[in-house]
């Protein structure tokens, strides 16, 4: 058997409105990004899932409540963080962004690399497997273990996760499916 996985973004934070990287740092859900929570629920309202993970960042656990804590228990797991920016935590997004494969391997200053956030979201792929095997989860949480995920399942390297990251094109979808 496997662990069906549905992963969702939190919605837009403050901070992305004014071009910061969170990183670590708990954020705040813009007005658009409560909407968009609450949208994302009505939106995927026809799925079933067994629980909801999310990030224990306030972004994160926000909108899983907006978005679907009237409906499923909501578990927050430390695993699904943002990457740690480390010194870049709350600072211009545009000072990395466009170079993040910098930081595959090498950590960020003070921070950790995506190579790190993959190994955490690793644990918590198998943790999954282990108690929720033949179930369906819905994940609300951050950039770098969506990508973690891209790497770590869809067989991606990380250069092709960054390549291909949504976020470039803007071309959100209300969930994107994985197997584990």
């Known amino acids: 058997m496997s662990v069906r996985i549905t992963y969702f973004v939190h ?3 403050t901070d992305n409105e004014h ?6 740092l708990p954020g705040e859900l813009s007005e658009a990004g409560k909407e968009q929570a609450k949208q994302l629920g009505q939106q995927v309202a026809d799925k079933q899932f067994d629980v909801v993970f999310c990030s224990d960042l306030q972004r994160a656990i926000d909108s899983a409540q907006l978005g679907f804590g009237d409906k499923y228990e909501i ?6 963080r943002e990457c740690n920016y480390g010194d870049m935590n709350g600072k211009s997004a545009s000072s990395f962004k466009d170079r993040m494969q910098d930081f ?3 950590p960020f200053p003070n921070g950790e690399s995506y190579q790190d956030a993959e190994t955490r979201l690793a644990s918590f792929v198998d943790y ?4 929720y095997d033949g179930k369906h989860i819905a994940i609300v949480a951050h950039q770098a273990p969506q990508l973690a995920l891209d790497v770590s399942l869809k067989g991606k390297t990380w250069q092709e996760a960054i390549d291909e990251d949504w976020r470039k094109s803007k071309a959100w979808q209300p969930g994107w499916e994985y197997e584990a």
């Not at 071009?19 to 670590?24: E, I, K, N, S, V």
């Not at 578990?75 to 699904?80: A, G, H, T, V, Y």
């Open 11 to 13: 919605g837009t934070t």
């Open 75 to 80: 578990i927050q797991d430390s695993r699904l």
């Open 19 to 24: 071009d910061l990287a969170t990183g670590w």
């Open 104 to 106: 595959v391997t090498t």
């Open 128 to 131: 999954l497997r282990t108690n």
